[in-house]
């Protein structure tokens, strides 16, 4: 892609250069920035009240923080630009209630601007930051926290001195997952009317059909994000945070009447406005314009959807495991490469990934055509970049980023001393993995297995682009039905995308109960975390 | 247990993906939604027994289909604006019919010379007016007329059907003036260009401006709709330089494939859609202009009244379209 993109015809460049992609750039710039700082903040500070305060209904926030994840951004922008926008219910209620006329006659912050997209797109990214981060304030070891207080510090003292330095790891992989979702984002900034570098590159290939000056373009925001997650990597590499004693009971926080108040609204609001509200639009539009038939029309189209979320889940999670214990383990001096390089894939455009699915498996199909009109076999067809293979393939890319991400930063918790105390007892490499890496990175793998399931299932531009024929997946049917000004009609699609989402959420949350008499002590304990980290 | 679910889930993936192809089919790659064109595939398939497969995607088919070359199963591609047509034409992605059928039932002016490609139906690139203005006489270059300062609501200056008008404005123009116009639009509008063009419609019913760009079918599908309907009531559809050149008029159009596997059949269907009963019903569901001039349309859109089209060839608007997207960029019209 950047060989591609060096070659690129320079007028048009100069062209978009004096004309738009300076706003273009500064909007790319902007949106990044406010996304991640705003993910931040949402992110950390909700799993810090979490984990470390006594603030009221816990265990029910604790996972509805999560569910706004199951939300595909574009269809939140649709509902609050619906719900919001001049001609919405809700200023058209103020109008009727203070007789006012026109837009002239008062004020009412526009949602379709470069702050409304960030602050939609950090409601709904910002569970990546809450969910790692809180995991890993769960894995700390408290000893470390109580030396604190021992020292004198006073418990916000040690939470920000001690705790938030060792979450780092955590919250880093979050926020390059959150800035990299972010730049990839086409359809809500589309919908909001903000131009980034991504409108560019859509402008370039699709307007102007200059795919190489696309690319190029592509490459720059590949060189920003570079630059960001070398930067942060540089900042963390000298420092090596390992807990050994992830399970000691931890010291909570006890908050006023005041501060519960305050603490606990500020969780709710984030559950409400990122999951509740736009979650209750679709249920009341779904009653309004479904029927039974309706929904039973789209079940196949839910299996596609579950089939595609079940692949690029479990590939993806076990090539993540692959990279990251060989990583860990291996010697060699390139052992970093395989896993940073597969991190990319997810700040590229969906559709631009598509199309280099097809670049790359279409001569490999054109040569096993070839191949069988030799040998005289019946010929194959477009058996890769043709089937579902191209979709699962091209996800599995998109979303490595997030099972890499997962499982490293559950790796770095692991102290290096397990990696070798066991074969120093003479137990083989095979054996130290199973009995000791894979149970203590379970609530990763989980986790990671999760996050790419969800991901998956709310998938649109690449699956539009490469499914074989009469294959709808309910992403695909939704943005039909919603491009056309039909958000209602789509609603009940839109409501399964969450659902089966939720799914896997409430599942994970529901096994450990009953696993937990039944297994030994190695289960036991691992399915504990699992619990913890969900 | 759970390595074992995952290898079986794997072992049912491997079966389903291989698809077994039987029996008579067409392969579409349609850049149009699904659902508009189901009704006629059905009754196609009703008549001829041939399987219509559809694949729906607006963005990359072109490129899609270029990766396939000789191997892509696509017999028939849908567009839903003249420049996708001449794209796919200018990369060589497609082959000429030779159907005497399709020749007799499409007027000239709506065929590729060299037979590669020809229009289903046409459309109207209208001006919606607030009905509280009344009833105007209304050109494209009046947008720019001062008196329209703030009053101006449309969707995207880059999408397909904002840059083919553009295009017919530099035909008609030339370059300079078209900026010009274009700075001047671009300083009347109420808000930054977004939504699509329904919503505008929406946006002239809430007061929030009076005059916007829209499509001729889009009118009759929010009067169908039970939501939408009040803000359609709210406008007039006005046809524009009636007194001088004539609308500026863009087409749904299909095409053959250069390596349709089906031929037979594709050839099948693009006649099929060309006869009376499917001009008949395409006009019907989706508000459109038959291309036959012997077909007429719905009697909603009929009710709109008879129109002047501007008579300048699509081919020369779709030769403008690089042209008219530099414009628009230049004029920054969607910043």
Not at chain 1, 405 to 411: F, K
Request: glycine share 6%.
């Amino acid at each position: 892609m950047l060989y591609a993109g060096i070659n690129a015809s320079g007028d048009l460049f100069n062209h978009l250069w004096q004309t738009v992609l300076p706003s273009y750039i500064s909007n790319t710039l902007l949106l990044g920035i406010m996304v991640v700082v705003l993910t931040l903040v949402f992110g950390i500070s909700s799993a810090a009240l979490i984990v470390h305060t006594n603030i009221v209904a816990k265990n029910l926030l604790r996972w509805l923080l999560i569910l706004p994840l199951a939300m595909p951004a574009y269809l939140v922008a649709y509902l609050y630009t619906d719900l919001f926008d001049y001609a919405g219910p809700v200023q058209r209620t103020l109008r009727h209630g203070f007789n006012w006329q026109s837009p002239n006659d008062y004020y009412f912050f526009d949602i379709r601007t470069l702050l409304g997209a960030a602050i939609i797109i950090a409601l709904v990214l910002f569970p990546y930051v809450y969910m790692l981060t809180r995991t890993a304030f769960e894995q700390q070891d408290q000893n470390l926290l109580r030396a604190g207080r021992l020292l004198g510090l006073t418990e916000q003292q040690s939470f920000i001195k001690i705790a938030l330095p060792l979450a780092r790891p955590a919250i880093a992989v979050a926020a390059s997952l959150v800035l990299m979702e972010t730049l990839a984002d086409f359809a809500t900034v589309q919908y909001f009317a903000v131009n980034t570098l991504t409108t560019a590159i859509y402008d370039t290939w699709l307007g102007y059909g200059e795919l190489a000056s696309a690319n190029a373009l592509a490459s720059i925001l590949m060189l920003f994000i570079l630059f960001a997650v070398v930067t942060e990597q540089r900042a963390r590499a000298q420092k090596n945070h390992q807990s050994n004693r992830p399970d000691t009971e931890r010291e909570i926080i006890q908050l006023s009447k005041a501060q519960q108040l305050l603490a606990s609204s500020f969780c709710w609001f984030l559950a409400f406005a990122g999951f509740i509200l736009p979650f209750a639009l679709l249920i009341i539009m779904a009653i309004d314009y479904s029927n039974t038939e309706q929904l039973f029309k789209l079940l196949p189209t839910g299996m596609n959807s579950i089939k595609i979320a079940l692949y690029t889940a479990t590939l993806s999670t076990l090539i993540a495991l692959v990279l990251g214990l060989y990583q860990r383990l291996s010697t060699d001096s390139w052992r970093d490469m395989p896993q940073k390089i597969s991190g990319f894939g997810y700040a590229i455009p969906g559709t631009v990934l598509a199309m280099a699915m097809l670049a790359t498996f279409g001569p490999i199909d054109h040569g096993l055509n070839y191949l069988a009109e030799l040998w005289q076999f019946k010929q194959p067809g477009l058996i890769l970049s043709g089937s579902i293979f191209a979709i699962i393939f091209a996800l599995i890319v998109r979303f490595a980023a997030i099972a890499n991400g997962t499982i490293s930063s559950g790796l770095d918790q692991i102290p290096k001393s397990l990696d070798y105390a066991p074969t120093s007892l003479g137990a083989g490499l095979g054996k130290t993995l199973k009995q000791i890496h894979l149970p203590l990175l379970k609530p990763s793998i989980l986790v990671a297995w999760l996050l790419v399931f969800v991901e998956a299932m709310k998938e649109l531009p690449a699956v539009l682009l490469l499914r074989p024929f009469n294959f709808e997946t309910l992403s695909t049917q939704v943005y039909q039905l919603i491009s056309d000004e039909m958000l209602e009609q789509g609603a009940l699609g839109a409501i399964l995308i969450v659902l089966l989402g939720l799914l896997p959420i409430i599942w994970l949350n529901k096994e450990p109960k009953k696993h937990r008499q039944s297994t030994g002590f190695h289960k036991k304990h691992s399915f504990q975390q699992n619990k913890e980290t969900l | 247990m759970f390595k074992k679910s995952i290898l079986l889930t794997f072992i049912i993936s491997m079966v389903i993906t291989t698809n077994a192809n039987a029996g008579e089919e067409v392969n579409v790659y349609s850049y149009r939604q699904p659902f508009l064109v189901k009704p006629l595939f059905d009754l196609f398939t009703k008549d001829t027994g041939i399987k219509v497969n559809v694949v729906f995607a607006k963005k990359g088919m072109a490129e899609r289909l270029a990766r396939e070359g000789k191997y892509s199963p696509a017999d028939v591609l849908l567009t839903t604006d003249i420049s996708r047509l001449i794209e796919l034409h200018d990369r060589n992605l497609l082959q000429t019919f030779n159907s005497s059928i399709i020749n007799k039932a499409v007027p000239n002016q709506y065929r590729a010379q060299d037979d590669t490609w020809f229009a289903l139906t046409t459309r109207v690139r209208n001006i919606y007016s607030a009905k509280r203005l009344g009833h105007i006489d209304i050109n494209y270059e009046d947008l720019a007329d001062i008196k329209y300062k703030g009053r101006i609501c449309t969707r995207s200056g880059k999408h397909p059907y904002n840059v083919a008008l553009v295009a017919s404005m530099i035909a008609e123009h030339g370059e300079a003036q078209t900026l010009i116009w274009l700075e001047k639009v671009k300083a009347n509008l109420a808000r930054k260009p977004q939504g699509s063009d329904r919503a505008q419609v929406q946006a002239i019913h809430q007061n929030f401006c009076d005059i916007s760009l829209g499509n001729s079918y889009y009118f009759g599908k929010m009067l169908n709709d039970d939501k939408q309907k009040i803000w359609a009531e709210a406008v007039n559809i006005n046809f524009p330089n009636q007194k001088n050149r004539g609308a500026h008029v863009n087409i749904s159009g299909m095409a053959l494939a250069k390596y349709s596997p089906n031929q037979e059949n594709a050839k099948a269907l693009m006649e099929f859609l060309v006869s009376k009963p499917a001009q008949q019903l395409y006009a019907e569901t989706n508000m459109e202009y038959p291309v036959r001039v012997d077909v007429k349309p719905s009697a909603l859109v009929a009710s709109w009244g008879e129109f002047k089209a501007d008579d300048l060839s699509l081919e020369a608007i779709a030769k403008h379209r690089k042209t008219a997207l530099k414009l628009i960029d230049k004029a920054q019209f969607d910043l």
